[in-house]
């Protein structure tokens, strides 16, 4: 990992990380599944900018890595799929019902972050 600009989008994944646990832990389910979007959200766009991709849009980034890292399987297929959820979660958490992201699904959410954060340090790690 080289990249200032690689660095910064992990640091804000690595803090979104903390305050996900930190609001699962208060209960707050909605927006701790919401803080696990982001966490995922900005390590994905760390792993296209490191290979030259910037994208301005959120479904941009969500496609783009499916299309360069899932389908080609350079990280396990199931982290994009994950992603899409628990983007459609971050939708529910800010904008549904009171209590619509269950306290499950917000544990869910936080633990694939966790698997992705880790996939994507090795990952970055062995970029040239």
Avoid: C
């Amino acid at each position: 990992m080289t990249s200032t600009e690689i660095q910064v989008l992990v640091d804000r994944a690595n803090e979104s990380h903390q305050a996900a646990k930190l609001l699962l832990d208060k209960g707050f389910s909605n927006f701790s599944a919401a803080q696990s979007y982001y966490t995922m959200y900005y390590l994905a766009a760390a792993l296209l900018y490191s290979k030259g991709f910037e994208f301005s849009s959120h479904s941009a980034v969500i496609a783009a890595y499916g299309k360069e890292f899932a389908k080609t399987q350079a990280l396990n297929p199931e982290f994009h799929r994950h992603l899409i959820i628990v983007e459609r979660r971050r939708a529910i958490g800010h904008y549904g019902e009171e209590n619509s992201v269950s306290d499950e699904d917000a544990l869910e959410s936080f633990q694939w972050a966790e698997e992705f954060m880790q996939a994507v340090r090795d990952y970055l790690d062995n970029v040239p």
